[in-house]
């Protein structure tokens, strides 16, 4: 690809707490679109996001079963996001902190992601064309 | 001259910051710079017109872009027609855009 781009994303919030989550993804999954490269940074909770033992559940207070259910699954998003990357020429490159991962025990996440330390962020940062910190406050 | 792009996602009536974050985008341009304020998430409540919305709309006469993002305007059943004046509806892709081009993106 001619104009492959490389863009750093770093994120803070775990699942299902803050609206700062989808929009993070709405942007990745734009890059993905696109073929370009991306470096993720998750860090604090958002390590909690490729965890490999969330599970779907039926909701009996709504009287729903696993399917009609329909849960969300945040770690199936990041699958969807490094396949759609690779689809169309590029590739994601998601890591997550590994001081966060052992804090929280969320120690097997899916495929595709691996752990990592600051310094990678440092790293994919100054090898990327632009660079976003999204922050939990 | 360098580029901005200022993200705001903070509900400009619950958050200071808010304010702060949009004194920054004027500072910024005022120094010579170009600066897009982009709106997301809660921050698109102050795209409607309101003595918040002035202050933004006094942003874009000053020359800075001052987008709302169509999806969280969507969310919140804010027509893109009714922003305020100065405030346009725009697609995210304006800030993986601007990531790409090398632009020093912040997000609020």
Avoid at chain 1, 100 to 126: F, H, I, K, Q
Avoid at chain 2, 11 to 36: I, Q
Wanted: hydrophobic share 40%; with cysteine.
């Amino acid at each position: 690809m001619a104009d492959q781009k490389t863009l750093t994303f770093s994120i803070m919030d775990g699942p299902y707490e803050n609206a700062r989550t989808v929009t993070a993804l709405r942007l990745i999954d734009i890059a993905a679109r696109r073929g370009y490269n991306i470096n993720v940074f998750a860090y604090e909770g958002a390590v909690s996001l490729s965890f490999a033992k969330q599970a779907a559940h039926a909701n009996p207070v709504h009287g729903h079963d696993i399917d009609e259910e329909d849960h969300p699954l945040p770690k199936e998003w990041v699958s969807s996001l490094i396949k759609t990357a690779e689809a169309n020429g590029g590739k994601v490159d998601w890591i997550n902190c590994g001081l966060c991962v052992d804090e929280r025990g969320v120690t097997e996440s899916v495929d595709g992601t691996r752990r990592g330390t600051p310094a990678d962020l440092w790293n994919a940062a100054a090898s990327s064309d632009g660079t976003l910190v999204i922050g939990t406050k | 001259m360098a580029k901005y792009t200022l993200i705001a996602s903070r509900d400009a009536f619950e958050s200071k910051e808010s304010e702060r974050f949009c004194a920054l985008a004027g500072d910024l341009k005022r120094a010579g710079n170009e600066v897009t304020l982009f709106l997301v998430q809660n921050g698109v409540l102050c795209a409607r017109p309101s003595h918040v919305a002035s202050e933004l709309s006094k942003l874009a006469q000053e020359g800075v872009a001052v987008l709302a993002d169509s999806f969280s305007l969507r969310e919140r059943g804010i027509a893109s027609d009714r922003l305020a004046a100065g405030i346009e509806s725009a697609q995210l892709d304006v800030i993986v855009d601007h990531m790409a081009e090398g632009r020093r993106v912040i997000w609020n």
